[in-house]
T-cell receptor, first 113, second 113 residues
Framework: DQQVKQNSPSLSVQEGRISILNCDYT??????FLWYKKYPAEGPTFLIS?????DKNEDGRFTVFLNKSAKHLSLHIVPSQPGDSAVYFC????????????FGKGTKLSVIP | SQTIHQWPATLVQPVGSPLSLECTVE??????LYWYRQAAGRGLQLLFY??????ISSEVPQNLSASRPQDRQFILSSKKLLLSDSGFYLC????????????FGPGTRLTVT
């Protein structure tokens, strides 16, 4: 049973345009949602997180939006740069006080120069 | 600042051979520690986590085991590797923070032949 789902395995975007990565979840007990970026043969790096009591969090070019009623979150990257090309993982934490992260399967973003 | 080390970076082992992957964290005390595996084309699968020395929780039954002999050392082992053990192994740490944010090491690429 996949509690965190990233339904798009890949996404291509032109440099300078907006990249929108989507994530759906099924467990309403999650407290926080996080986005990670991963280059090949490297460990994931933390990008941005959002509390379940917020609906938006912004950090530079990265903004995460949370729609609790739809159990949906999205990561917006504006403007997209070639260096943003990577696999992006959505993760959720806080179920029943747990600090474990539940990850989606990832979306591979390709930013075309 | 905190850093996390993993070694080796790559490993090629024959089926049936033993395995030992090591992870150490610097700059923090009493972290939660995690072992993940990323199989080809798949997401991050949590294998083990530890909240303290000698305390190991297993998420997936398999022929792998984990140990935490020291506060900032986490070891992943196997007595006899299987072909299906091939993958990218990641160690991560976290503290008991609200977001559950985890920080990943550089990973070990294991190929079982």
């Amino acid at each position: 049973d996949q509690q965190v789902k990233q339904n798009s395995p890949s996404l291509s975007v032109q440099e300078g345009r907006i990249s929108i990565l989507n994530c759906d979840y099924t467990n309403s007990m999650f407290d926080y949602f996080l986005w990670y970026k991963k280059y090949p043969a490297e460990g994931p790096t933390f990008l941005i997180s959002i509390s379940s009591i917020k609906d938006k969090n912004e950090d530079g070019r990265f903004t995460v939006f949370l729609n609790k009623s739809a159990k949906h979150l999205s990561l917006h990257i504006v403007p997209s740069q070639p260096g943003d090309s990577a696999v992006y993982f959505c993760a959720a934490s806080g179920e029943a006080g747990s600090y474990q992260l539940t990850f989606g399967k990832g979306t591979k973003l390709s930013v075309i120069p | 600042s905190q850093t996390i080390h993993q070694w080796p970076a790559t490993l090629v082992q024959p089926v049936g051979s033993p395995l030992s992957l090591e992870c150490t964290v610097e700059g923090t005390s009493n972290p939660n520690l995690y072992w993940y595996r990323q199989a080809a084309g798949r997401g991050l699968q949590l294998l083990f986590y530890s909240v303290g020395i000698g305390q190991i929780s297993s998420e997936v039954p398999q022929n792998l085991s984990a140990s935490r002999p020291q506060d900032r050392q986490f070891i992943l082992s196997s007595k006899k590797l299987l072909l299906s053990d091939s993958g990218f192994y990641l160690c991560a740490w976290s503290i008991l923070s609200g977001s559950g944010e985890q920080y990943f090491g550089p990973g070990t690429r294991l190929t079982v032949t």
